[in-house]
């Protein structure tokens, strides 16, 4: 689950960490009311779920109140395109306005799950800014890399480390290794899969703070926290995704036309693999569970064809501990309420109870299609998106 900026400001200040003075707003008004509380100069953001939004052209420097006004009413329900929306972009629901600071030195900083090691780890780097993916690429050693374990935390010296290999010294160096520590208590305590600052700002009076933060938590660990369920903003997150996870089905939605839905992660990746040997590409990942009631089957076909990129589905069931007779039925069933179903549906099932399985789906109204296998599957499934793509039968 990701959060926006001024929600993690709001997590880092708990655990001690420095930030701007700042508040969330969805009125123009009242950005211009923040900004003069702030001392009439501050910084108008938009709140999305999605970096790059300084280069989209959703953060501005007003110079004066009513000039945070105009910005705000520019960038409210502006569509912000950056490179992790993707051309369509997202709109923008809320605003953080600032206070202005005067930034001297840029510096990124960042705990994440090192999956290699199995430990959290912090990563800094004195090249912090709106171009740090390119410092990782071109000179990756200029990246400070330091693990941490998970039980004792990090230890002073771990953060004085980190502190003097930004090149940071004296009392700035000592704010800054109070900051990182806040951070990674932050990210330890909430069960963060990511904690990521950039910039981490130095002004010209030494003191170090978090201009921007990023936050995103463990799913499987949310049961812990029901106050971060609160911050969960639905219309950050793709509509069907939504829909999927009020169901407790693993949906995420891809770029591909291929409907697919499988039970078990394994088996949903070599299908997703599959399809891209043959030449397509899935429209989603989704998993309906080693169980794969007739009901979550059900829900999960609904789902896929109501994403409008889907030119055919592919169901691709081994029934281990589910009963494929089951599956059928739910498809069959979905299709049923459903009522005008436009795409094909291509239908592998393999293991307990096939034959009838294979029977519902033979008797039912709709005309599937059966495969025998995977590798039948997939090409019978691309084929059948190609021809409903360009207007075949």
Not at 81 to 91: A, D, F, I, S
Not at 216 to 227: Q, Y
């Amino acid at each position: 689950m990701k959060i926006h900026e001024y929600q993690a400001k709001e997590i880092l200040r708990r655990y001690g960490a420095a930030t701007p003075r700042g508040k969330m707003t969805q009125d123009p008004g009242e950005a211009r009311a923040l900004c003069e509380e702030f001392g009439g100069r501050c910084v108008v953001k938009a709140q999305i779920h999605a970096g790059g939004r300084g280069k989209g052209g959703g953060v501005k420097l007003a110079g004066s109140p009513a000039e945070a006004e105009e910005l705000a009413g520019q960038i409210l329900g502006m569509q912000l395109v950056t490179k992790q929306t993707g051309p369509e972009g997202q709109k923008v629901r809320r605003l953080l306005v600032e206070e202005a600071v005067d930034i001297a030195q840029e510096l990124y900083l960042s705990v994440l799950l090192d999956r290699a090691s199995g430990v959290p780890l912090v990563m800094a780097s004195a090249a912090g800014g709106m171009d740090i993916e390119e410092v990782a690429e071109s000179t990756p050693e200029a990246i400070v890399r330091q693990p941490i374990d998970p039980h004792l935390g990090i230890q002073p010296f771990q953060a004085r480390r980190v502190a003097r290999r930004l090149g940071l010294s004296g009392a700035t160096a000592k704010q800054a290794a109070k900051l990182v520590t806040s951070v990674v208590k932050a990210y330890l305590a909430m069960d963060a899969s990511l904690v990521e600052i950039n910039p981490l700002l130095v002004t010209g009076d030494g003191d170090v703070m978090a201009l921007d933060a990023k936050m995103s938590f463990d799913d499987n660990a949310l049961f812990r926290h029901p106050d971060l369920r609160e911050l969960r903003d639905r219309d950050e997150e793709d509509p069907l995704e939504v829909e999927a996870s009020k169901h407790d089905l693993n949906y995420i939605k891809l770029d591909g036309e291929i409907g697919c839905m499988v039970n078990g992660a394994g088996l949903a990746m070599a299908t997703m693999d599959i399809i891209k040997l043959y030449g397509s590409a899935p429209a989603n990942f989704l998993d309906v569970g080693g169980s794969a009631s007739q009901e979550a089957v059900k829900n999960a076909f609904q789902i896929l064809i109501s994403d409008e990129s889907v030119k055919a589905v592919l169901i691709n069931i081994f029934g281990g501990i589910a009963r494929t007779d089951r599956i059928a039925r739910g498809v069959v069933a979905a299709i049923e309420e459903l009522g005008d179903v436009r795409v094909p549906v291509v239908v592998r099932l393999e293991g307990t109870n096939v034959d009838e399985g294979r029977r519902v789906l033979r008797d039912a109204d709709f005309d599937f299609v059966v495969a025998e296998h995977m590798a039948d599957a997939a090409e019978k499934v691309v084929a059948a998106a190609s021809s409903n793509s360009t207007g075949g039968a």
